[in-house]
């Protein structure tokens, strides 16, 4: 009897096992969820000027918007396909952890401590960004390192106050940080002169400045104090659709590469580059081997753009920000904005 209790508490443990896999099996993927569904869920900001921005009828755009239309597109070959969900930066994580969303696309910082820590994937940077101060012309400051002492603004839940303990330290200053998680407080705070300074990524500081109420006034210093490479993120443990993100971010970035536009693209179907075919479907199984359709690619460029077409139609030299592309220029261009080829 006791020999059979042994062996009774040995199988244990594999049967659970077994059923642990099978259901882990039996879960229906990303991909066939939102196929379902017939929709794409993506979590964006609340609202940051060129990123994601509803108007007064509710209509979403920017670049992180337009990166969720554009996985619509290669899904669905629709890019109204999307339901954008707009969430705080302090649960974002957890929301996408939760399921809230099936993407998060939120000017969000691809850093150790928001992916591993977080138990997400980033697939990649989409924008490459770097920690900055605005500040009023009044002060006359040419240089961060003439902060000191300064009473900065920050966003709550975020690495920002990190960043600047960090720099402030390193330069032997003080500053007082004062903690908002909206924005709209922060921009209302810095306006009152409840603080002298906002520091944010640059990006976002061209929109914050946007919202002030003499925009003129305000300067966004030279220094830029971290990296911030800025991209989308998935849950772990679903490699098809971290996959298809990934996917979607370097077929924009190879498009540009070619010379694919949304203008012309119909055209270069009837190339005979080898490339640009691979990128069209008309030779390779690239779409197969992601559960999309041969013009996947294709569809993306139709209907979104290519990854220059998009970021400078949202905060670019075309855009309001006015953003020159610096980084985020393309590698053969000076940049370092680089995507594995599609073959």
């Keep these: 009897m006791r020999l059979l209790h042994k062996r009774v508490r040995a199988f244990i443990p594999l049967l659970t096992a077994s059923f642990c896999l099978f259901g882990a099996a039996s879960q229906a993927s990303t991909l066939d969820t939102v196929k379902q569904r017939g929709a794409?869920?993506?979590?964006?900001?609340?609202?940051?000027?060129g990123f994601s921005i509803a108007d007064d009828k509710g209509k979403w755009s920017g670049f992180d918007v337009d990166f969720c239309r554009a996985v619509a597109s290669a899904i669905f070959g629709d890019p109204s396909k999307v339901q954008f969900v707009p969430v705080a930066a302090d649960q974002r994580f957890e929301a996408l952890k939760s399921g809230k969303f099936d993407l998060l696309s939120r000017n969000s910082t691809w850093a150790?401590?928001?992916?591993?820590?977080?138990?997400?994937?980033?697939?990649?940077?989409t924008y490459y960004d770097g920690q900055g101060f605005l500040v009023p012309k009044s002060r006359k400051a040419t240089s961060a390192l003439e902060l000191d002492g300064a009473k900065v603004c920050l966003k709550a839940g975020t690495t920002t106050e990190a960043n600047v303990e960090d720099y402030f330290r390193q330069n032997h200053m003080k500053f007082e940080p004062v903690r908002f998680e909206l924005l709209a407080d922060i921009l209302k705070a810095y306006d009152s002169g409840q603080c002298n300074v906002i520091s944010s990524d640059v990006s976002q500081l061209h929109a914050n400045r946007l919202e002030?109420?003499?925009?003129?006034d305000h300067v966004i210093l030279a220094d830029v104090i971290s990296k911030e490479p800025l991209g989308p993120a998935v849950r772990q443990g679903d490699d098809q659709w971290l996959n298809i993100v990934k996917w979607v971010s370097f077929a924009m970035l190879n498009a540009e590469e070619l010379g694919i536009n949304s203008a012309n693209v119909e055209e270069a179907k009837k190339s005979q580059k080898p490339a640009v075919r691979r990128f069209v479907g008309a030779e390779g199984d690239i779409g197969k081997h992601l559960g999309l359709s041969p013009d996947w690619a294709v569809n993306i460029v139709k209907n979104v753009?290519?990854?220059?077409?998009?970021?400078?139609?949202?905060?670019?030299?075309?855009s309001k920000l006015g953003?020159?592309?610096g980084l985020n220029q393309l590698w053969t261009m000076g940049g370092i904005q680089y995507a594995p080829p599609l073959r």
């Design 40 to 49: 794409l869920i993506c979590g964006v900001s609340s609202g940051i000027a």
């Design 112 to 125: 150790f401590s928001n992916e591993v820590e977080q138990g997400l994937v980033f697939a990649g940077a």
């Design 212 to 216: 002030l109420k003499k925009p003129n």
């Design 305 to 318: 753009g290519n990854y220059g077409e998009t970021l400078e139609r949202n905060v670019g030299r075309k």
């Design 323 to 325: 953003i020159a592309r």
